[in-house]
């Protein structure tokens, strides 16, 4: 079975940069693809980015976070990461890890992670 594990929120300035990591753990077949959602207090999980796991990296971005936020990957480690600059008070939320399978389909998420931007 698939597991995600996110790490590195925080609580930041506006202004600032955090870097998330999501690490996957166990059965990699079907997985075509991994990226990030977010759900703030009161609101609607929402997709923040994602990438394909093929070489090829094709990319999505919502379009909030075009031009402040890159999604990028590691295969080797099984690892995506969000780099997040500018950062806003209204992107705090928690940030959730997903993971695509063609298997199914289905998808698969982390715990979440606390990005808190304030002042």
């Known amino acids: 079975q698939v597991q995600l594990a996110e790490s590195g929120g925080g609580l930041v300035q506006p202004g600032g940069s955090l870097r998330l990591s999501c690490a996957r753990s166990?059965?990699?077949?079907?997985?075509?693809?991994m990226g990030w959602y977010r759900q703030a207090p009161g609101k609607q999980r929402e997709f923040v980015a994602a990438q394909t796991v093929a070489t090829s990296s094709n990319t999505n971005y919502a379009e909030a976070m075009k031009g402040r936020f890159t999604i990028s990957k590691d295969n080797a480690k099984n690892t995506v990461y969000l780099q997040m600059n500018s950062l806003k008070p209204e992107d705090t939320a928690v940030y959730y890890c997903n993971a695509k399978s063609f298997s199914n389909p289905r998808d698969y998420w982390g715990q979440g992670t606390q990005v808190t931007v304030s002042s």
């Open positions: 166990g059965s990699s077949a079907s997985i075509y693809a």
